[in-house]
């Protein structure tokens, strides 16, 4: 997915990828060490999502929501920037405003690594 040694990517372009009405994930760049995404998901929405085998960073570009992180709960909005360690149980739920969110994905560990 990248062939050049860098890349310039727009929001409102990656945005219009994921517009509508229902849940939306594009990823944009896949390299070796790491992938990104868009994600959105529409107020009322419900996050399907299961744990990931690579530790994850989500940046909030615009909506209101809560992250269930295992037992714990977080208030997300713009500019909330999110850490979840591979393979925990995580999902955005009370979305109150359409949630868009760039997410970064490290590289998967190897198993019983």
């Known amino acids: 997915m990248a062939d050049h040694p860098w890349q310039v990517f727009r929001l409102p372009e990656l945005a219009a990828k994921v517009a509508g009405t229902e849940p939306r994930f594009f990823e944009f760049l896949r390299v070796p060490t ?12 419900r996050d399907m999502q299961a744990p990931h ?21 977080h208030e997300v909005g713009p500019g ?21 969110l760039v997410v970064i994905f490290g590289a998967t560990r190897p198993l019983g690594g």
Not at 34 to 45: D, Q, T, V
Not at 57 to 65: D, K, Q
Not at 87 to 98: A, G, L, N, V, Y
């Open 34 to 45: 790491l992938s990104c995404a868009i994600y959105r998901l529409p107020a009322g929405a």
């Open 53 to 73: 085998l690579e530790d994850e960073v989500y940046f909030v570009i615009e909506g209101r929501a809560r992250l269930r992180t295992g037992d714990q709960q």
């Open 80 to 100: 909330t920037v999110l850490y979840v360690r591979a393979t925990s149980e995580h999902s955005f739920f009370d979305i109150e405003e359409d949630l868009t």
